[in-house]
């Protein structure tokens, strides 16, 4: 699978692609962005779960090209989506294996130029353990990043060993609450505080907050009163081809 995957690689990234997932304003339930999610299809295989190919290509170093791949793909789909819908953010998940790799910041410097897009519009999502107060690396890189005035969203948070306290000195934008936060929601009143905690204290220092996960009207309601900002789950849509996203999202 690693030689097909560095063939597909060598072959200019050939059976990649993007699926794009819509994310909604909690309030408004309209579209106002989307996360960028790879996809891999091969000849022998047919389509395969970026649950397999993501480790085989972070255990390769072949996520450092991939993940460059994908950041200018969809930032340049970003900016044609920013003439339909004038605030679109575009969401792209990075691997720890391309935060230390030299040259993160000048790639997204460059991924921004050849798109002709601002910062602001771009957002790098890095799972939650990255963010500790002891992995001054990456602290130091998303501090970088944001200085740049790209955002950064700290991904699946609520699953990892960090603490809610890291949230006081967190170099995050946007926290993304993990899905598994909502799957009980109606039975679970421990699902329920955690959402409104975490909202409550991430609004506290400035930090935004996405419930993700949310795939019904039942779930939606339950979570409409708590104070989050994005949502994004199978209700508002499934991850989805360009043409498929912009003919559903915005040009409607
Ligand atoms: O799209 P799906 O839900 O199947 O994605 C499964 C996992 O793969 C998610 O955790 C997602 O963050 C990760 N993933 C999808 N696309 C990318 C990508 O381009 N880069 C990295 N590093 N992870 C990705
Ligand atoms: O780890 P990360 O948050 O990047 O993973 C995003 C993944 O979550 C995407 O692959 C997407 O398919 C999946 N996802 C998004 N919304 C929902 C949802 O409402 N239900 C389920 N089961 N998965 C979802
Ligand atoms: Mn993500
Ligand atoms: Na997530």
Redesign the pocket.
Known sequence: LMELLRDSVEQGFKGFSLRY?PQVDAVTGQVVGA?A?ARWHCDRFGDLSPLEFIPLLEESGLIVPVGAWVLHKAAALCKRWRALCPDFTMSV?LSYRQLDEDGLVPLIVNVLQEAGLPPGSLVV?MTESRFAEDDEHARNLFDQIRELGVQVAM??FGTGYSSLGVLKSSPADIV?ID?AFIRDIRTSTFDATFIRFVVELCHDVGISVCL????SAEEYEVVNDMGLDYI???LFGR?LLPDEFEAKFLKA
């Open positions: 997932q996360e999610l998940n999502e991904d699946d993304k899905r993700e996960g949310v795939e994004q789950g199978f991850p």
